[in-house]
Every structure is written in structure tokens, then in C-alpha cells.
């Protein structure tokens, strides 16, 4: 696991049912992209978060698949349908297997 | 789309453009989370051979300048928060936080970004908010210091920062701190390195300048510590001296040294009337 | 305009870079592509993507893609030592099929845009990013 791994997430604390809001996440992480030499010379092995994903009361949102060109600290926004009041789960994969959780709960009125 | 009005906003930017700084909206207002109103330009302080101060935000291009605008966009708010982690963490032989003495960091903290660096009466001597920091470290709570420019004190620096957001900067630069305002000075306008060149040299006489593709700001250091595109991380400002120093192609001061220090309450007070923006995001 | 001697050169070099660099590279983003889609026809147009025609840093580049209707969208960067970036797939419960995300990008480049559309169908967009060099690199 990256040391001291955050994550950060925005969402609304309310909607109107139906309405599309927009979600915004960071988490910190180095994102090694397996293409820089340490300085002996020797490659540093790739050490990314590969996939991110955000579900709503078990319903998909978004599935991201991440390569290594997307920056360190990565932030992805995009934008999700409530349907109902309920809770949001972000999870975010690392290479290393280590996987991250965010939840965040959303009201409607 | 969301946010397509920025590639129209940009286009009218490249049109307008001159030669220097072609691309940054130098009269954008900065406020941010839609709350927090920002001075980024004002006018400049008597010790100050300028007509206006810039924060470093205003030569910034349209991209980097919104990642400062909302605090889920800036990235440098991640280490805001693993800091609210180590503020509320007991470390050391004493087995206190910073908490167990200062509690809330909201309204313990507030304001004190903007008056440093300051003079500690009790120490005899200008204090950074750095040194500050780690002497309550080895002093108070029996800790490790941190290494001056490491991520755990830029990390400090900015949970310490953002309760001051929005505040003037308000140095004081007469009393017991005159004698290090005026090494800091003289340090100012001392030509260093191979490539002879002050920080004058190019944040006096040539900001809003191009140097090669970068827009030379005012090296003001209100914004600190800043989340930098290029490293991806939190920014102090002595780490950004030393970098600067190094360009000059000079052996610099250490990170802490007393000419940082020095140095770092002279710029500090060059922005006296800037807003603080700490965590700031820059290029 | 006057350019001087150096910004001549600059602009040459520049000029060099762009006109060398995808076609070292474009194999690779080509291969990926066709990875994605399978190698159906991909129409241009439909595809919103939102890169600055000028980035600070190349370590940062912010970029917005989004296709009505599209089920999923990928994202390359053809002078990349590595194209691929990202695909987002929308699920169920997706607003807008928009996504913004940071991206690093080697060099001045195309960045490419494929969204595979709810029909099996694909569309493309790009933009050209520049990406410049600091002042002294400090």
C-alpha cells in the first residue's frame, strides 16, 4: 500500500429525486508510472491505481479503467443520477492490491 | 458540458493576448469554494518599488488558475486532511497532540498564517511558522522535528494556512525584526550563482515577462504552501527559494537557515494586503 | 512579429517535434485504438473534448471528455510513451456521459478521444495540446 493514502470526495448532501449531480474525487497517491529510473539507474517499477469506480445503492455509476499517464494525486468528476436518497461508495484499486473506500450518503429534498 | 465555457474563455484570452502572458486571465477574480473573495491584486506597500502587488494566482493560465477555486479541485486539500490526522494525533514523549493544547485548529488557529514570520519575544528571534511548529514538536510534546521542508510540515503548514484564508497578509517588519527585514533585504537584491541574478532580477524588474514559456510572477508567497503542477505536491517556501537559488546555478542556504528565514520575512512582506491562499495551486 | 534568432529556432525545433513525434508513436495509439473498438470504423464528430490548447505543465494537464449516449470513452495520448490514459465506462446511474480527470502528457501532442456509442457504433474526437517548457525549471 502507497503510505498514507486519502481520498477526498465531494457530493451534495441533497437532491431532488432524479436529478443528475456532479462528483468530484482525489486521493492522494504517487501514480508510478514505471517509466522514470531511480538514481542508480535502475527503473522504478510501475505503482499505480488501475481502476476507480462509483456505485450507487449497488447501482454503477462510473467504472474507470486508469493507465499510467493519468496524473499523481488522480481526480476524476463526472456526473451521477439519484434516483433516491441512499449512499454513494468510491472505490479505487491499487496495483499493489490494496483497495480504498470512500462512502458518502445523499438526502432527498 | 459543464465547463466548456472555458475553451470559449480561452480563445477570447489568445486573442486579446499580448506577448507577455498571452494566455493568463490577469483581471480574473479568485474566490473560492464561491465564498472565500480573494485579493490578488492591491496596492503596494510603501517598502515596495511597485504600484500593485500580484498574487502569483493572477499569471497563472485559466487551467491552473480554477483548480485553486473550489477546494475539491485542488489537490493540495488532500494534505489538509491527513494534517487534521497528525493535528489530533498524540506523538512524542509527552503524549499530547497539537490538539491537546491548541484544540480546535479552526479557531486556535485563525489568522496566525498571515502574521508570519513574526518575533518570538520569549526565544529572542524571528520565528517562521516552520520553527514554530517544531518547537512545540521537541518542546511540547516531546516529538521528532520534522525536517523543514518535508511533506509532513508542508502538509502543517497548510491546515495552519487555510484557517487564514481570505485574511491580509500582515507582516511586521519594524521593532525587533527590522535588523532580519534588512539581511532579508540585502539578500533580495544580492546577485547569486554562476548566472549572477537576485530574486530582483527577475520578480522586480521582469515579472509579467516570459522566461522562455513561463509567465514571471512577483514571487509572492502568499499562496504557500502551494500545490505546484510540476511536482505534484505541496511547495514551502524555503524549498521554493532553494529552488530558485539553484537555477541561478549558486550553492543555496539550507531549507530553516537563518538567510531563509531571513529572506523569507522580507518577500512575506512584500505581500502585505494580498489575501492568504494557502494551499494555493501554481505551475 | 519580429522573431529573433533564438525563438527561430525554437519554433523550427518545435516544428520538427511535431511533425516526428506522432509518427514515431501513432503505431502504438493506432494498436490501442483498434484494441477498443475492434477495428470498426470510427466517425469523427459527436465527441466533446475539452483539453487547454496550452498546458503549464505537462505533469498536470486538465481534460473534459463527454458523448451523449456514449456507453463508454477512452482516452489516449498519442506521443505518450505509452498511449492509453483512461476509459470511463457510464453505468446505470451516469448524468451526463462527462468526465473530467488530469492527465500527463510527454510533449507537445494529440490527445484522442473514442466513445463506443450505445448502438456498437464509435466516434472520435482530438486536440492538439501544447505543452511548454519552464523558465529556468526551478
Known amino acids: 500500500m502507497a503510505d498514507n493514502v486519502k481520498p477526498r470526495v465531494k457530493v451534495p448532501r441533497s437532491a431532488s429525486a432524479g436529478e ?8 492522494s497517491h504517487p501514480m508510478e508510472s514505471g517509466q522514470r529510473k531511480d538514481s542508480d539507474g535502475n527503473p522504478i517499477p510501475r505503482s499505480i ?19 499510467p499517464a493519468i496524473s499523481t494525486n488522480p481526480f476524476i468528476e463526472f456526473e451521477a443520477v439519484v434516483p433516491e436518497a441512499g449512499e454513494f461508495v468510491f472505490t479505487w484499486y491499487d496495483d499493489d492490491g490494496s483497495v480504498y473506500t470512500e462512502t458518502k450518503a445523499i438526502e432527498i429534498g | 458540458m459543464a465547463k466548456l465555457n472555458l475553451t470559449t474563455a480561452l480563445a477570447t484570452a489568445a486573442l486579446l493576448g499580448t506577448a507577455s502572458g498571452a494566455w493568463s486571465d490577469e483581471n480574473a477574480t479568485l474566490i473560492v469554494n464561491g465564498e472565500i473573495e480573494m485579493v490578488t491584486r492591491t496596492a503596494a ?8 502587488i500580484r498574487s502569483g494566482w493572477t499569471f497563472r493560465t485559466e487551467e491552473t488558475q480554477v483548480l485553486q ?9 488532500i494534505f489538509v486532511d491527513q494534517a487534521i490526522d497528525t493535528w489530533n494525533t498524540a506523538e512524542g514523549s509527552e503524549g499530547k497532540s497539537c490538539a491537546s493544547c491548541h484544540e480546535d485548529v479552526e479557531s486556535s488557529m485563525q489568522g496566525v498564517r498571515a502574521v508570519y514570520p513574526k518575533w518570538n519575544e520569549t526565544a529572542g528571534e524571528v520565528r517562521t511558522l516552520a520553527m514554530q511548529i517544531n518547537d512545540c514538536r ?18 502543517m503548514e497548510a491546515l495552519i494556512s487555510v484557517q487564514s484564508r481570505g485574511m491580509p497578509v500582515n507582516v511586521a517588519i519594524d521593532g525587533p525584526v527590522s535588523e532580519t527585514w534588512e539581511k532579508g533585504k540585502e539578500i533580495y537584491y544580492t546577485r547569486y550563482g554562476q548566472l549572477e541574478l537576485s530574486c530582483a532580477n527577475c520578480h522586480e524588474d521582469n515579472y509579467d515577462n516570459m522566461i522562455r514559456a513561463d509567465h514571471l510572477s512577483q514571487g509572492q508567497i502568499n499562496g504557500f504552501p502551494t500545490y505546484r503542477l510540476k511536482n505534484a ?16 546555478r549558486a550553492e543555496t542556504f539550507s531549507p530553516g537557515s537563518p538567510e531563509f528565514v531571513a529572506l523569507e520575512l522580507y518577500v512575506a512582506s512584500r505581500g502585505n494586503g494580498l489575501s492568504v491562499e494557502g494551499p494555493s495551486v501554481r505551475n | 512579429m519580429i522573431f529573433t534568432r533564438r525563438e527561430t529556432l525554437a519554433i523550427g525545433a518545435g516544428a520538427a517535434a511535431s511533425a516526428f513525434l506522432p509518427m514515431q508513436v501513432n503505431a502504438a495509439a493506432d494498436d490501442v485504438i483498434a484494441a477498443f473498438t475492434g477495428g470498426a470504423e470510427v466517425a469523427d464528430g459527436g465527441v466533446d473534448l475539452n483539453a487547454p490548447e496550452i ?6 494537464v486538465p481534460i473534459e471528455v463527454g458523448a451523449d449516449g456514449a456507453t463508454a470513452i477512452m482516452l489516449i495520448a498519442t506521443g505518450n510513451p ?12 451516469a448524468g451526463a456521459h462527462v468526465a473530467a480527470t488530469r492527465i500527463r502528457l510527454a510533449g507537445t501532442q494529440d490527445v484522442v478521444a473514442i466513445a463506443q456509442m450505445a448502438d456498437g457504433s464509435f466516434k472520435r474526437a482530438s486536440a492538439n495540446v501544447k505543452v511548454t517548457i519552464g523558465g529556468c525549471g526551478g
Not at chain 1, 443528475?20 to 486521493?27: A, E, G, P
Not at chain 2, 505536491?233 to 541561478?248: A, E, M, P
Not at chain 3, 498546458?55 to 498536470?60: H, M, P, V
Open chain 2, 45 to 52: 506597500p510603501d517598502h515596495v518599488p511597485f504600484d500593485e
Open chain 2, 233 to 248: 505536491k505541496l511547495n514551502t517556501v524555503h524549498g521554493r527559494f532553494k529552488g530558485c537559488v539553484r537555477d541561478t
Open chain 1, 20 to 27: 443528475s449531480v456532479l462528483l468530484k474525487t482525489l486521493i
Open chain 3, 82 to 93: 505509452t498511449p492509453g490514459v483512461a476509459t470511463f465506462h457510464f453505468g446505470k446511474l
Open chain 3, 55 to 60: 498546458a503549464e505543465n505537462g505533469n498536470t
Open chain 1, 49 to 67: 491505481i488501475n481502476r476507480f469506480t462509483c456505485a450507487f445503492n449497488g447501482e454503477n455509476v462510473i467504472d474507470v479503467t486508469l493507465e
Open chain 2, 69 to 77: 477555486m473550489d477546494d475539491f479541485d485542488n489537490p493540495g486539500m
Open chain 2, 138 to 155: 521537541e518542546n511540547q510534546m516531546g516529538a521528532n522535528p520534522y525536517k523543514y521542508d518535508s511533506n509532513p510540515m508542508a502538509a
